[in-house]
């Protein structure tokens, strides 16, 4: 079964309620992209009258998560995936629709290939841009993902 923005948008509100109520919704999948956007709101707003930054954070790690669960359920192989580390820098106040970029597609097929072929875990970062309406950068998010096969009970 192939992922879609509107089954991932269901698996958020069913699984991660927090992101959905927040507005954090999937706009566009693929091979090698990803792209989640999220509205400023009251429900998501910081002290400082933007998006507070764990929503960012949250929609940032989706636009990567969201290509390494579609990359996992496409090879048919029960492989389990954590964040291990993340690194965020902001460079503007998050208003309007905020648009969370990820094309590290590439990355996670060679990971994959890795850890079916030699059954090790494998560790890879990857980024995910937040722009605004204009298209001016408000925060880039990176995110160390680990996959790893999951071990089969006797």
């Known amino acids: 079964m ?30 090698t992209e990803c792209e989640v956007g999220v509205k400023h709101r009251w429900i998501n707003q910081n002290p400082f009258n933007s998006m507070y930054f764990a929503v960012q954070a949250m929609a940032a790690e989706l636009s990567t998560g969201a290509l390494v669960m579609n990359k996992i359920q496409e090879s048919n ?9 993340n ?17 590290d597609g590439k990355k996670v097929n060679e990971a994959l290939k890795n850890t ?8 890879f970062w990857m980024k995910s841009v937040g722009l605004n309406e204009e298209g ?5 998010f990176e995110f160390e993902w680990t996959i790893k096969m999951k071990s089969s009970k006797l």
């Open 136 to 140: 001016i950068e408000v925060s880039i």
């Open 77 to 85: 192989a029960k492989i389990s995936m954590l964040v291990a580390q």
């Open 2 to 31: 192939k992922l879609s923005p509107s089954k991932l948008n269901s698996f958020l509100m069913l699984k991660l309620p927090s992101a959905w109520l927040c507005g954090v919704r999937v706009r566009h999948i693929d091979q």
């Open 87 to 103: 690194k965020a820098s902001f460079s503007k106040k998050a208003t309007g629709k905020i648009k969370f970029s990820c094309y």
């Open 116 to 123: 079916i072929e030699t059954g090790e875990g494998q560790t």
